[in-house]
Each structure stands twice: as structure tokens, then as C-alpha cells.
């Protein structure tokens, strides 16, 4: 449905209202403006005397199903926003619910334009991750893995001090933060500070912050990362050649949510986080030791994806969201384990469409397993891998056995 009269969507360049004498005469006959508090208070009633004013608040569907109600009348409205409207504001939701074809876009310079500037940075391979309105702050860890350079979108929630909490519990202390702060007005201000300087800080509500590698991770995070290159106690690390068929078979995609229980030193769980750059790894380990060797191995490898859960299972996966994928490495064997229920409640958490990926070193662990995919109903399939790696022996190589281990996988219905 085309309307009689497209929504005027209007970029307004940061810290200043100024407009075009056209975008001026657009307002005069404005029956509706919308937008935040902020530019609506900063917009003077004679630029549009007619108009009737809507705050943009939660929720959202509100405020469209009141765009699109005075827009289908063809009557005018109006929709002021930051910068480019199209660039994480208020444009992508407003052509979603009205049709592109319904819209006017008329952008403007955008902040992360403006604090490029400000900075000399180049920045068309920055990362840019908003925050506003969330509790997870998974998309900032993701870019911290991927780019050298992150724009951050704050709140009043998730503001500068709150970024650098998250960056330091997680351990990704190699970034320089810069806070810039009412770009673009009188009270501008550009402060470059450490991530612990900004602990009781206050800033400006108006703010962006902008994060620069200082210096890249200890080793690079790629699939196979050789097994001496992670922390671990001697024969608790899953083995390169078998991590590789596991992972392969799990068949994680970028927005998989993982889950690896039993995680030992958390090999397969950075790994995954590699190939899941947009979704969420869990690496489960109830072993105080072994929780601060994944710790440890995700600062060397930089793989701030990863969330290091130290717990008991299943009691600890209760505050987990569902997992599209699962890895059980260890966790399942030995009679400390017995009637914990663990795999019985991995099988009903794991989403329909779901993996699930287990290796058994011992017999009765595959036994269990197989009997109770059989009982599920579910497809699954056995591999077993043997592998065989080189040593040095009496000044030449040898190939030195390691233990067989069976690969079950299942797919949830």
C-alpha cells in the first residue's frame, strides 16, 4: 500500500538543528512529528504549529501503529532522528512495518562520522555495536574478537563505565577507550582514558565511545590450534585431530548458541566461538582449576566470545539460554557422575533442529549414550577416530598412538 504522502524521516546532524529552507517548509505542514525527547524539545513549536508530538518510547509498536494510522489519512508526518536514520536508528524499523516506498529518508552526518573526525581515525572497517536498550553484551565481545576498531552506541544503562566493567571481567584489557561526549555542541568533549579510570566516573548522557586495539592476542584464533598451545593438565584437553571431527560434526553456524559441558582447558568451546561469531558459547567446568585454564587460554587466544560458567551440572545450566548445539567432551564418564542426569537433561534442553556431539573414551559412556538416542527417537551416527602423531624418538619420528575415542553425534527432531 502506497501512501498519499511518504513519511519524512529526518536525519538532524549531531548537536545542531539547523535545516534547509525546503525541510522548513516540509515541518510547516508536518500534522505529526515524532522523535526522542531530546529533539523534540529542541524543535520550536512555530517550525511546525500544526503538529501534534509523539515521544518515541517502549514500546515501539505504539508509536508505529500511530505513524502508520495518521500516514494512511495522508495526512504528514514527520520523524526526527540522529544522523543517518538508517544507520542503527529508527529508519530500519519504520521500512519494515511501512514499506520503503512509503518513506523519505534525508540523512544527515552521523556520530561515528563526527568522532572519526574528531580522532583521525579511519573508519570503514570499524565495528559497530549499539547497546541501546540490551543486557547482553555479546555483540561487543564479538567485535572485540573481529575488529581493531569499535564504535559503541551507549545508554544510560550501558554507559562508558559499564562497557569497560564488561571488557575487564571478560579479560580484554588491550584496547585504548576514548569517550567523546555532546559531539558537536559547545560542550563537546574528547577524553582518552584506562578502562579502570572510568570506575565512578559520570559522563554525559550524549556520549559514544570508541575502543582501538593496543596490541593483538598471544595466538591467533583459528580451528586447530595445536594442542600445546593451550593451558591444560596433562591428558585433559580434547586432541587436535578429534576436536576437528567433533567441531565438524557439531556444525555450528554464526549464530548458534553452544554449550560445552565438561570443558576441561575450553579447547572446543574457543574454537566454536570461531565459527559461532555472532551467537553465544558456554564452556561448563565444574573444576575450579580447570575454569581458571579457560580463563586463561581465552586471553591467550583472545576468544572473548567464550562465557566460562564454574558449576555443577545440570543444576548450573538452569540460568543458560537453550543451545542450538552441545558438546560433551567429559562430564558423562566415571562414577562421580552417575544418575546425574546431565545427558537426559542436555537431550530436553537442545532446540529442535538441534546438535549434539559426544566423546566416548569409554565403553559404557558410548552404551548410555547410544541407548538413549535410541529411546529419543533421534538420528545419530558413530565414528570411531584413532589417530595416530608424530614423535621424536632416537633422533627421528615415530607415530605415537593416541586413545581411540568415539564420536557420537544426534540431530533433535
Not at 502506497?2 to 524521516?9: A, D, G, K, Q
Request: contains cysteine.
Amino acid at each position: 500500500m502506497f501512501f498519499n504522502e511518504p513519511v519524512l524521516v529526518l536525519g538532524m546532524r549531531p548537536g545542531d538543528l539547523s535545516l534547509t529552507h525546503e525541510v522548513r517548509e516540509m515541518l510547516q505542514s508536518a500534522a505529526l512529528l515524532v522523535g526522542g525527547h531530546r529533539l523534540l524539545d529542541a524543535c520550536p513549536r512555530q517550525w511546525c504549529p500544526e503538529a501534534d508530538r509523539l515521544a518515541v518510547t517502549s514500546p515501539l509498536s505504539a508509536v508505529l501503529d500511530t505513524v502508520r494510522s495518521v500516514a494512511e489519512n495522508g495526512r504528514r508526518v514527520v520523524v526526527l532522528a540522529d544522523g543517518d536514520p538508517l544507520f542503527f536508528g529508527i529508519g530500519k524499523a519504520l521500512a519494515r512495518e511501512l514499506g520503503r516506498e512509503n518513506l523519505r529518508v534525508l540523512p544527515s552526518l552521523t556520530t561515528v562520522q563526527l568522532a572519526a573526525a574528531r580522532l583521525g581515525v579511519s573508519w570503514e572497517k570499524t565495528a559497530f555495536v549499539s547497546l541501546h536498550g540490551r543486557n547482553d553484551y555479546t555483540p561487543l565481545f564479538s567485535s572485540l574478537v573481529h575488529s581493531d576498531t569499535i564504535a559503541v552506541f551507549t545508554d544510560q544503562d550501558n554507559g562508558p563505565a559499564e562497557v569497560a566493567r564488561a571488557m575487564l571481567e571478560r579479560g580484554a584489557d588491550g584496547f585504548s577507550m576514548t569517550v567523546l561526549e555532546d559531539l558537536g555542541t559547545e560542550r563537546e568533549r574528547v577524553r582518552q582514558l584506562g578502562l579502570q579510570e572510568t570506575w565512578g566516573m559520570e559522563f554525559s548522557p550524549l556520549n559514544l565511545v570508541f575502543l582501538e586495539r593496543e596490541y593483538p592476542p598471544e595466538l591467533s584464533l583459528h580451528l586447530g590450534i595445536p594442542d600445546h598451545f593451550y593451558l591444560h593438565q596433562r591428558g585433559l584437553i580434547t586432541k587436535l585431530p578429534v576436536r576437528a571431527a567433533g567441531l565438524s560434526l557439531l556444525a555450528v553456524e554464526p549464530s548458534s548458541v553452544v554449550w560445552d559441558l565438561g570443558a576441561g582447558c575450553g579447547s572446543v568451546a574457543i574454537e566454536a566461538s570461531h565459527l559461532a561469531r555472532s551467537g553465544h558459547v558456554y564452556a561448563v567446568e565444574r573444576d575450579k582449576t580447570r575454569a581458571a585454564m579457560i580463563r586463561e587460554n581465552q586471553r591467550r587466544t583472545g576468544a572473548w566470545m567464550v562465557e566460562v560458567v564454574h558449576g555443577s551440572m545440570p543444576e548450573c545450566l538452569q540460568a543458560m539460554p537453550d543451545p542450538d548445539r552441545i558438546f560433551i567432551g567429559g562430564g558423562l564418564g566415571g562414577e562421580s557422575n552417575q544418575g546425574a542426569g546431565l545427558l537426559h537433561d542436555a537431550c530436553e534442553r537442545l532446540k529442535s533442529s538441534g546438535r549434539m556431539v559426544l566423546h566416548c573414551i569409554l565403553l559404557d559412556t558410548l552404551l548410555e549414550a547410544r541407548a538413549t538416542m535410541e529411546q529419543l527417537g533421534w538420528q545419530f551416527g558413530v565414528t570411531q577416530l584413532q589417530a595416530n602423531a608424530s614423535d621424536r624418538l632416537a633422533g627421528d619420528l615415530r607415530f605415537k598412538a593416541q586413545n581411540p575415542v568415539f564420536i557420537l553425534w544426534a540431530e533433535k527432531p
